[in-house]
């Protein structure tokens, strides 16, 4: 019954060892994306947009206004603080964050020409959006989901840890051969 209520023995939240080099992708995937978006926020602020100015104001070929400035300097903070921090947390908040964008960007795409569009969003911010989103899911799943995931891979050990037991048993065996011979 166990097995029918949870068919994949892990967690979003499992813990890499603190030097495990999967952890380097998503610093860096967190890192890139919010220095991205800092930089893109300031700009917007630097150029005195109104705050919820939806008057076609660009910045790096996208609209933007004060409002949605801020905004990418939080997120990009906050992806920032991943990337200082690490491990699962990055790989975590790189998902997370990427399920987000790429939501916005259906509910920025239904707000285009309305009076709700107070983000200033056109279609290429909408797009930028969804490409963020994918990128930051991206850095985030590496090496946490797929069907060739390396035996060695800790996600893949969580999953079957049956197998992973049996190897390490065996690879333990191999090792005492050795040693005797």
Not at 39 to 52: A, D, S
Not at 135 to 158: E, K, T
Request: hydrophobic share 50%; with cysteine.
């Amino acid at each position: 019954m166990e097995r029918v209520l949870h068919p994949v023995n892990a967690q979003l939240d499992d813990h890499l060892p603190t030097d495990h080099k999967l952890g380097q992708v998503y610093r860096i995937g967190a890192g890139l994306t919010g220095l991205l978006l800092v930089v893109f926020g300031i700009l917007g602020l630097v150029n005195q947009i109104g705050f919820f100015d939806t008057g076609g104001d660009t910045v790096l070929a996208l609209n933007t206004n004060g409002a949605l400035s801020v905004l990418s300097i939080c997120i990009g903070a906050l992806l920032i603080c991943g990337m200082v921090m690490g491990g699962t947390f990055a790989s975590t908040l790189n998902i997370v964050l990427g399920v987000l964008f790429i939501a916005s960007g259906f509910v920025n795409l239904a707000l285009l020409d309305t009076e709700l569009n107070f983000l200033a969003f056109r279609i290429q911010n909408v797009l930028f959006s969804f490409v963020v989103g994918v990128m930051l899911m991206w850095f985030g799943m590496y090496g946490r989901v797929g069907s060739a995931l390396p035996h060695d891979n800790p996600y893949w050990r969580a999953r079957h840890p049956e197998q992973a037991a049996r190897e390490d048993r065996a690879r333990r065996a191999g090792s005492r051969q050795t040693r005797v011979a």
